[in-house]
């Protein structure tokens, strides 16, 4: 039976293809050097190479954190390239792109073609470290939304950028988003103006191409006041035995009365059944509920990488603003996740939610870790949060760590865990009436992650339902 | 004899216990002996005491108590104002004595018992021995109790006897200064079903003791329900300890329900020892001015497919304080227990404060756990819908309330019950608005 | 209701299996003939709980020896999802939870798998609810366990009817009812046998798998078997229940050692 568990949980990785593209790769290593290259190829002004140097001083004196319940071997930091860049150099309209790039998006079922695209969906592509093409602008900028790669917005829109980068995320946060803010190479800009309500999903589709490259992306989302927006974002890597790190930062800014929803379907290379290869995937992502009634949604679906370390948080610090997340994380093999969230209640009112759904098979570690804080002056706020685990066989594990700091005595907080099992008992009881074992499976995951595939977009929660199912489901031996 | 306690609080708790008449069998004076010995090593718990953590005894060793030697007088109407119609059979103790005529008793069906402590260790003493003090605890208020150990009652449900009327158990404290230890037996063997009532109240404003012992043992496939109810003064303290054993398939709901006393404290400890048990806690304190009110639970589940789901709830007032420590131990080879336990605790002011502590400690792999912890105010959302249909925000405030204690109590089978508690609990939160 | 010339349902001649090496069962015979009920005591880790898995295809436990015919077919030919689709249908001791999953999920999709497999037609949603509405009154169970995830948070007795509901839907020609009486109220239990008895008819049997003879009293056997250390060590009609009621186990335990 626990061969039948097996063959069910052990699906092919369908992204692991390397794209044959000539690259521009900067030499392995970091430094000042470096930094000042990558600034310098992207034509940079003084005040971003200044915000990266000091955020690289400041990351030197700083340390890997050590807390998250993941084992790994030291990165050596020197051993990675920061810049890599699909030659020939990017092209000013779609006609121009590299066909070779077209097909390698089209073969991953992104929509880069306007004509083909999904309806309602604008697409940022990015390849290795630069956006490749975005779809939609023209038609974005009709309403005054501005959508397209963090490097063009540094020159076209550099008041907005300097304003608002890393005033969510400050770029000593911590280790890994210091090392973005020194590093990071592009990334998606959005910038929804007072008023207007996005009329179409906003979406960045990142793949990492380059065997000892890193991905450090940034993405800025910025919602005036009565502003609203859905952005998705989804990830794939080609199978290397090596690993490759992932480090991002993403910041969301909600003015008054704005709406940020923000959807993630990670499958990075998750490494093979022996845990070699994979994305370490360590990423900063936090939104700031800054005005009354301002509303932050996380939607993640999480079923790459080798490792993930991701805790997309919300600060609320606008009376009556509302933090959500809501997350599926699937762990097989030896993957190892340690992910959740952090709600900041700062502001009066301020109302929080957290669905969790844990999946560990294989000998994979799922840990979600999640902390709930109410400030003193956080009078009336109230956080739900449920995190639920699923264990797939007997030989991985789940763990849940909640933090809670109530600071203000009117504060309601609520926190309820339960771990489930799909053993054989459970697949028998199906088959004991009729059901087959891959139907069962089936019927149990998308029942246990309903609550969460409700929150996505359609297009992304049918994709989300398809991820998962080639995870778990095939031909039963 | 004996060494004397160490502790000059415990020596005065135990005097008098040596003018408890000796027992028919030798095994019981032997057990009353070793507890008495025990106690006497022991000291008053503090606030050191990891079990006593947030519940300081210092008020009860201010005061110096005594057992009864007399029951205090208390007339049979006063006793019928707490009478519930739907019981089978009624036992009356005033300040720990029981008072047979204030008893009533119908017929019982075959297989049913239910007689004085003193007068079963005469007539059925082979049933009370494998039970009687070893399924309670032997912490010191329970050392206490079994060192005094002779008033109480005997239940018992012989193989399939099913009793669905309840057996009503008062316990009234009238006496001045007086320290009671009460002691409930109850044994119901294969298939059997029964409930019981214990029903804890005063007579005027008397401060005292009263420290309870109660052990059940429900063997396969039985079923116990455990109704526990304490309205004593807003002086007395009251400590109470109920231990359950559990065979194979059998089930136990406890409900208990505190509205009493200055300071109480509620142990209650489940033993599954049979695979395939189901366990249902409520638990409801209702509480304000200077009152504490501490409930302590343990589930051990010791085999497999044990069931149990507990909610506990508060409703804190005034400076009053409220305490909540939840235990759930799975065992080693305790597989597919499912196990689960909220406390929600509702603060009516800012200076009502609750300490709540559930610890869930699982050795097996395979089992599905769940707890969850509330701490809070009325929700507003809910005040303002109320307060737009028109009601006064002291009427919303006092139906919410009581809505919040009504889910608990109105899951108790007796009807009279349930309206009795429901008039207490409204006119508290009445009173408390 | 014994019928000597009714066709047989069960053959089982000499099963032998074990759970991770070791023996529970050392070669059971019985013969289930339709209409009939049988009743399988006897006390803890005998092996009859076992004995039900094992004609259900439990995958904890490997067949050793011996030949098992239902309907005249090798039962251990079909998968476990076969055999369900074929007629047998197991009640179990400990119902497992599904959560996520709801109940008229489960159960509709139960019920068009096994009527498909017997080449009947499905039914849609709501033909199928008319139906499973029906059949809850067998077992006065509020429909509002429709919406709830199958068998999460069901009290004991609740899983239990969940299970005879079950029973009510799949019309199989063989149940196996392992302890379907354990930890049961005598109310829930008379509702629950009262379910039971208003399913068996002339073409179907049923074999009873209990810790207690107090279900006896309201399913009544026409055989009684006794299991003991993996055989079935005497049979007989339901007066021997009672005996075992009135005498314990013991007397057939040493009885055996005694002729041993």
């Known amino acids: ?477 | 004899m004996t060494t004397a306690a160490v502790h000059p609080y415990v020596a005065s708790l135990l005097a008098g216990s040596g003018a408890v008449p000796k027992s028919p069998a030798a095994w019981l004076d032997a057990r009353r002996a070793s507890a008495l010995e025990r106690a006497n090593a022991l000291s008053v718990p503090t606030t050191r005491d990891e079990e006593w953590r947030f519940t300081d005894l210092t008020p009860l060793t201010k005061l110096q108590l005594q057992p009864a030697a007399l029951p205090a007088p208390v007339t049979a109407e006063e006793v019928e104002a707490h009478a519930v119609p739907e019981a089978a059979v009624r036992l009356v103790f005033i300040d720990g004595i029981l008072v047979p005529q204030l008893g009533s008793s119908g017929t019982l069906p075959a297989g049913v018992t239910v007689l004085p402590l003193a007068d079963a260790l005469k007539s059925h003493a082979a049933l009370l021995e494998p039970h009687l003090t070893k399924i309670a605890g032997d912490d010191l208020f329970a050392s206490l109790n079994t060192a005094f150990l002779n008033q109480g009652v005997f239940i018992h449900f012989a193989k399939g006897a099913v009793l669905k009327a309840p057996i009503h158990l008062l316990f009234v404290a009238a006496g001045q200064n007086v320290a009671a230890h009460p002691r409930v037996l109850l044994v119901a063997e294969s298939g059997a079903e029964g409930c019981v009532i214990e029903d804890y109240v005063a007579q005027g404003e008397a401060a005292g003791l009263t420290n309870a012992v109660t052990e059940i043992a429900v063997a396969d496939n039985a079923a116990v329900r455990h109704i526990k109810l304490q309205r004593e003064s807003q002086k007395a303290f009251h400590i109470g300890s109920c231990a359950v054993t559990l065979g194979k398939d059998a089930r136990f709901v406890s409900q208990a329900v505190t509205l009493g006393a200055r300071l109480s404290r509620n142990n209650l400890a489940i033993l599954q020892q049979g695979e395939g048990v189901e366990v249902a806690i409520d638990g409801l304190a209702l509480i304000d001015g200077r009152q504490l009110a501490d409930t302590h639970t343990l589930i051990d589940h010791l085999k497999p497919h044990g069931r149990c789901e507990q909610v506990h709830k508060t409703i804190v007032g005034g400076g009053a304080h409220a305490v909540f420590n939840g235990k759930v131990f799975v065992r080693e080879g305790a597989q597919l227990t499912d196990s689960s336990q909220q406390n929600r605790n509702l603060l009516l002011s800012d200076k009502a404060h609750v300490d709540t502590k559930p610890q869930l400690e699982i050795f097996a792999d395979d089992v599905k756990c769940a707890h969850g912890a509330a701490v809070g105010q009325l929700d507003p959302d809910h005040l303002f819908y109320l307060k737009s249909r028109g009601l006064p925000e002291a009427q919303a405030r006092n139906l919410l309330t009581y809505a919040f204690g009504a889910e608990i109590i109105d899951r108790i089978p007796v009807p009279s019950l349930v309206a009795k508690l429901e008039a207490m609990v409204l006119a508290r939160t009445e009173a408390g608005a | 209701m014994i019928n000597k010339d009714a066709k047989t349902i069960l053959e089982v001649r000499d099963l032998t299996a074990t759970v991770a090496g070791v023996e529970i069962l050392k070669g059971i015979n019985l013969t289930v003939r339709a209409g009939e009920v049988h009743a399988i005591m006897g006390p803890n880790g005998s092996g009859k709980s076992t004995f039900a898995k094992v004609l259900a295809g439990h995958p904890a436990y490997t067949v050793k020896g011996g030949d098992v015919l239902f309907e005249g077919k090798d039962l251990f030919a079909l998968e476990s999802d076969e055999r369900a689709r074929a007629g047998i249908f197991l009640g179990f001791q400990y119902p497992v939870e599904i959560p996520g999953v709801t109940n008229s999920a489960f159960l509709r999709l139960a019920y068009n798998t096994v009527q498909g497999g017997r080449g009947k037609d499905e039914l849609d949603p709501l033909e199928f609810d008319d139906l499973v509405r029906e059949k809850m009154k067998l077992l006065e169970m509020n429909p509002e366990f429709l919406g709830r995830s199958v068998n999460d948070g069901f009290s004991g007795g609740e899983k239990k009817r969940n299970e005879i509901l079950q029973m009510a839907l799949l019309e199989p020609k063989l149940a196996l009812l392992d302890e379907t009486d354990s930890g049961l109220d005598i109310d829930a239990l008379r509702v629950v046998a009262g379910g039971v008895n208003k399913l068996l008819n002339a073409d179907n049997a049923c074999v009873l798998v209990t810790h207690y003879q107090r279900l006896l009293n309201y399913i009544t056997p026409d055989y009684v078997h006794v299991m003991s250390a993996g055989r079935i060590i005497r049979s007989g009609d339901r007066t021997l229940a009672l005996e075992l009621e009135e005498r314990g186990y013991d007397w057939l335990l040493d009885g055996k050692k005694a002729a041993a």
């Not at chain 1, 000593?172 to 803010?181: E, R």
């Open chain 1, 1 to 477: 039976m626990s061969t039948v568990l097996d063959t069910l949980v052990s699906q092919p990785y369908k992204h692991g293809f390397v794209t044959d593209i000539e690259s521009e790769t900067a030499p392995k290593g970091l430094n000042e050097d470096i930094i000042r290259m990558i600034s310098a190829k992207k034509n940079e002004p003084e005040w971003l190479l200044d915000f990266r140097l000091k955020a690289y001083r400041h990351w030197l004196t700083m340390t890997e954190p050590k807390w998250p319940n993941v084992t790994y071997p030291k990165i050596d930091f020197q051993d990675i390239s920061y810049y890599a860049a699909p030659k020939p150099k990017k092209k000013q309209s779609m006609d121009e792109v590299d066909p070779e790039l077209l097909r390698t998006f089209e073969k991953l079922g992104v929509p880069v073609h306007e004509r083909a695209a999904l309806a309602g969906v604008a697409v940022d592509v990015i390849f290795d470290s630069v956006s490749v093409t975005t779809t939609y602008k023209e038609k974005l900028a009709e309403v005054g939304i501005i959508f397209c790669s963090i490097s063009e917005a540094v020159h076209n829109h550099p008041e907005l950028v300097k304003k608002y980068i890393g005033s969510v995320v400050p770029a000593g946060d911590n280790y890994y988003a210091a090392l973005n803010s020194a590093v990071f190479t592009d990334g998606s800009f959005c910038f929804i103006p007072k008023g207007v309500k996005c009329p179409m999903e906003l979406s960045t589709y990142f793949r990492i191409n380059t065997q000892d490259s890193g991905q450090f992306e940034r993405t800025l989302i910025i919602a005036e006041e009565g502003a609203q927006v859905s952005y998705l974002e989804g990830c794939t890597a080609p199978k290397f035995d090596t690993n490759q790190l992932h480090a991002a930062v993403v910041e969301l800014v909600a003015l008054d009365d704005a709406d940020i929803k923000y959807s993630t379907v990670q499958n990075w290379y998750a490494g093979d059944e022996n845990g070699k290869g994979g994305i370490y995937n360590f990423v900063t992502k936090r939104g700031l509920c800054k005005g009354r009634n301002s509303k932050i949604s996380w939607t993640q679906v999480e079923t790459g990488s080798a490792i993930t370390w991701k805790y997309p948080s919300c600060v609320l610090l606008g009376e009556n603003s509302i933090g959500e997340f809501y997350s599926v994380a699937l762990t097989n093999h030896k993957q190892q996740a340690d992910t959740g969230t952090k709600m900041i209640h700062l502001g009066k009112n301020t109302r929080s939610t957290i669905i969790s759904k844990g999946i560990s098979a294989g000998h994979s570690n799922n840990s979600y870790r999640g902390l709930v804080k109410i400030g003193a002056k956080a009078e009336g706020a109230r956080n739900f949060s449920q995190c639920d685990s699923m264990l797939i066989g007997a030989k991985c594990g789940a763990n849940t760590f909640p933090y809670i700091q109530v600071n203000n005595p009117t504060a309601k907080v609520e926190h309820e865990a339960t771990t489930s099992k799909i053993g054989e008992d459970q697949l028998f009881y199906f088959q004991s009436r009729g059901i087959g074992t891959e139907e069962a499976v089936s019927m149990i995951i998308n029942g246990f992650c309903k609550d969460v595939f409700q929150q996505l977009p359609m297009e992304f929660a049918v994709e989300a339902t398809k991820l998962l199912g080639l995870k778990l489901e095939g031909s039963v031996g």
